[in-house]
């Protein structure tokens, strides 16, 4: 019975689901009166700050912890701080289409920095990526593309998060412990940085009292869904095949496309509905592109 529970595959779907409803509690403790950019600092220094006991454990035992992956840390990391912080700075559905336009630069990158083979399947998934990504930011109704800041975050992320894809895939592989501490670290690090901008948008620093309050469900958030949340992707995706890890991974953006439909109570029409399909479908086609593991560590995402 512990076995088929601890199964990868069904680890791996959990994470992913739960991801695709991150921006639920995102949107929680805005509400709470968290400006956007202390909203995602708290959920990157949490999750550190609870890993930093065993980090310095490991010192101890010179073992590494995963500080010295910082080139890759610093653009995963960053890529998912952007993301997390457009899910707050614009429509849901359209933060999450934009940001999952990955398979066209991963495509990019693939082919152009890496010499991979230009196939019919990466083309198609390219054309998909780029379809959703102009269908959602309505350049099919007019010749003028409308963009907010939250906007170019979500586009900017996945840019990010595909070039420090691809470093992690050119690295060797570390343990999970050092995967997701080097994820939570270099995350504060780019979420700090944010937090220090004089951007309106992102926001003011919070009362202490006001944080104080929120300080339990914080820790809760950390403890409870993000760091199992992070080590079920790293350790699950050890143990499933590439092409299914790739299927897999894509409940996040299914989950998360359909609960910000049906609770976000933003608008979602035609134009949100088709961006969606074209998207998830790049998502899917490139998983077929990557047969071969060809790029099964760029699917294998840090957030």
């Known amino acids: 019975m512990l076995k088929k529970v601890a199964h990868p595959e069904i680890i791996v779907a959990m994470a992913a689901a739960i991801w695709g409803l991150f921006w ?3 949107r929680g403790f805005e509400r709470q009166g968290l400006d956007p950019a202390w909203v995602i600092l708290s959920q990157f220094i949490a999750p550190l ?12 035992r010179k073992q590494h912890t995963g500080i010295e992956q910082y080139v890759s840390g610093l653009l995963v990391g960053g890529g998912v701080v952007m993301y997390c912080e457009s899910l707050l700075l614009t429509d849901v559905v359209r933060a999450l289409i934009l940001f999952y336009t990955m398979p066209a630069w991963g495509t990019l990158v693939e082919v152009g920095l890496m010499g ?12 998909l990526s780029l379809a959703g990504l102009l269908t959602i930011l309505g350049l099919a109704d007019s010749l003028f593309i409308s963009m907010n800041i939250g ?41 700090l940085s944010f937090s220090l901008l004089p ?41 499933v095949d590439p092409g299914r890890l790739g299927i897999l991974l894509q409940l996040e953006a299914v989950v998360g496309i359909s609960s910000a439909a049906l609770l976000a109570g933003e608008p979602f029409g035609s134009q949100e509905t088709i961006g ?12 077929l592109a990557n047969k071969g593991n060809e790029i ?5 995402p840090i957030h």
């Open 116 to 127: 991979r083979q230009f196939t019919l399947w990466r083309g198609l998934a390219l054309v």
């Open 24 to 26: 639920i509690p995102l």
């Open 276 to 287: 969606a399909m074209f998207v998830i479908g790049a998502g899917l086609i490139e998983v």
């Open 199 to 239: 951007i309106a948008a992102l926001g003011r620093p919070p009362a202490v009292e006001q944080f104080i309050t929120l300080i339990p469900w914080i820790m809760l958030m950390a403890i409870g869904i993000l760091i199992p949340a992070m080590w079920g992707i790293y350790w699950g995706s050890r143990y």
């Open 49 to 60: 700050v609870c890993m930093l006991p065993f980090a310095l454990i490991r010192l101890r």
């Open 296 to 300: 099964a560590d760029v699917k294998r």
């Open 151 to 191: 906007d170019l975050l979500a586009l900017l992320s996945g840019i990010v998060f595909t070039f420090g894809a691809m470093q992690v895939r050119q690295a060797h592989e570390p343990s999970v412990f050092e995967q997701v501490f080097a994820f939570f670290f270099f995350g504060s690090i780019v979420a």
